[in-house]
């Protein structure tokens, strides 16, 4: 019960952190703790971004680093991975919204939160739905540290795995890549960043003022042409 408490208390204070106030709920009884929010809002049909809108040229941006589950996973597996779990809650408690406010000076052509798709579904739904080609630089994504080796060690979570034979056809991995990066990138993650599509001049004015507002900023690949696949790693 004083698990259950603190999880509560966790969840009522990022509501009110978002500005956003609980007004029900409901309890199932189970073997196991879950805990979940619903979240009902209004946006101006003006100030929508969607996954889709993206177009040939346009930057690619990440806010976080990636990495959450396979820390999370090798933390309930009992590894000494303190560093790493204690950045990975940080970024996982920090809500998007300086990012988002950030945007709001910006023409935006696409954008989407990296939760459990990992990077490479949500990018996958940008460029289905965009009609293009998303490009991902492998060298340019930002991870937590010691997020790598626990891959090279061995460590991965089911969503990866899943992920990776779900999205096969649609995923071209050029040569030479690094598996350890490759395995990343079709994860899931927990209250990942956002990533953004934006046109290539636009790119430099958005990420200073993201890194104005103290929000880690990633450019990490471009949208083309859609060719054969829709997700392009590099």
Avoid: Y
Wanted: hydrophobic content about 45%.
């Amino acid at each position: 019960m004083e698990i259950l408490g603190e999880i509560l208390r966790g969840g009522i204070e990022k509501a009110r952190e978002a500005g956003v106030v609980v007004v029900g709920g409901h309890t199932v009884v189970d073997e196991e703790i879950k805990f979940g929010m619903a979240v009902t809002g209004v946006v101006h049909p003006d100030r929508i971004w969607r996954n889709v809108g993206a177009r040939p040229g346009d930057v690619l941006v990440l806010t976080k680093p990636l990495g959450t589950a396979l820390i999370t996973t090798a933390a309930k597996r009992g590894d000494d991975v303190a560093a790493a779990l204690a950045a990975a809650i940080v970024s996982m408690t920090t809500l998007n919204r300086a990012a988002a406010t950030a945007l709001r000076e910006f023409d935006v052509h696409a954008c989407t939160d990296v939760t459990g798709f990992g990077l490479v579904g949500h990018a996958r739904n940008i460029a289905r739905s965009s009609g293009v080609t998303v490009r991902v630089d492998l060298l340019a994504l930002p991870v937590f540290p010691g997020a790598l080796d626990l891959v090279r060690a061995g460590v991965v979570s089911g969503a990866s795995a899943r992920g990776r034979k779900a999205m096969q056809d649609d995923v071209k991995i050029q040569g030479g890549a690094d598996d350890a990066l490759v395995r990343l990138v079709f994860d899931a993650e927990t209250s990942g960043g956002l990533l953004i599509a934006v046109g290539e001049r636009e790119a430099p004015a958005l990420e200073r003022e993201l890194r104005a507002r103290e929000v880690p900023v990633h450019r990490i690949g471009a949208c083309a042409p859609k060719s054969g696949t829709p997700i392009e790693l590099a």
